[in-house]
């Protein structure tokens, strides 16, 4: 059960070209600040998953009709409202790549990502709640080079990324009478890991002595760990695209 107006925390992702060379010095190292985001495509139906928290059930008589209000408001599962609405996720990192050969290379790095859901019950009483996660990841990618030059950059790769949630934060609101009458926050860590598998076409144009810009569309497949609720547990094929800046060196 939430009490009015309280504010509870639970303890709980250039290469050589491939044609001769014409410089006699090369770069071999590569650095990218990135930002993506993305769109997903259903494959699998997951709108009965928990949020995440201890957030109790409602009894079954409180759920086929309207909560009944006494002292506090229930907090509300997944599967009891009636609009759910997710946000594209946004992602922020830092990359690092590494020529093996002049046909290959391979990256990896830090990244963050935010995911945040909307959920609505509407009637006698109208609940509108929202979950934000906040999910820390290493990708490991193998890149392959189709095209370089002094200025563009080409390249296709492949790989995955492990992902673990470090918090969540679930806020619900009831109105009666467009008057706020009940508020709950929980906080939570978010328990195991969520595992990905990932493809980009990618293309960059260097335009200051190494410093360049790219752009990335890309696909990514999330695996049912048994995370929160998202647009990842809801759609599990992702289509997104990235870009930001980088370094040769």
Known sequence: LATTGE?????QSEGRLLLPKKEKSHNTWLLAASFSSGEGVSLANNRNQLMSGSIDKAPNDEIAGEPTF???VKTLTSDEFSDIEHDIPLSFGLMVRKDITSYLGVETGLNYTYLSSKFKKEGQSNYHAKQELHYIGVPVNL?????????????????????????????QNVYQNNKKIDEFK????????????????????????????YVEPKISYYFDNEQPISIRTEKNVVFGIGGGLRYKF
């Not at 595992?195 to 410093?211: H, I, M």
Request: charged share 15%.
């Open 143 to 171: 890149v392959g080079y189709i095209w370089n030059d002094s200025k563009w950059n080409v390249y296709i790769s492949a790989g995955g990324m492990v992902e673990k949630g470090v918090r969540s934060i679930y806020t």
């Open 186 to 213: 929980d906080r939570n860590n978010i328990d195991g890991l969520q595992w990905s598998l990932n493809g980009a076409v990618g293309v960059s144009y260097t335009f200051f002595q190494g410093l360049g810009a």
């Open 70 to 72: 006494t002292e506090s």
């Open 7 to 11: 504010d509870r925390q639970t303890p």
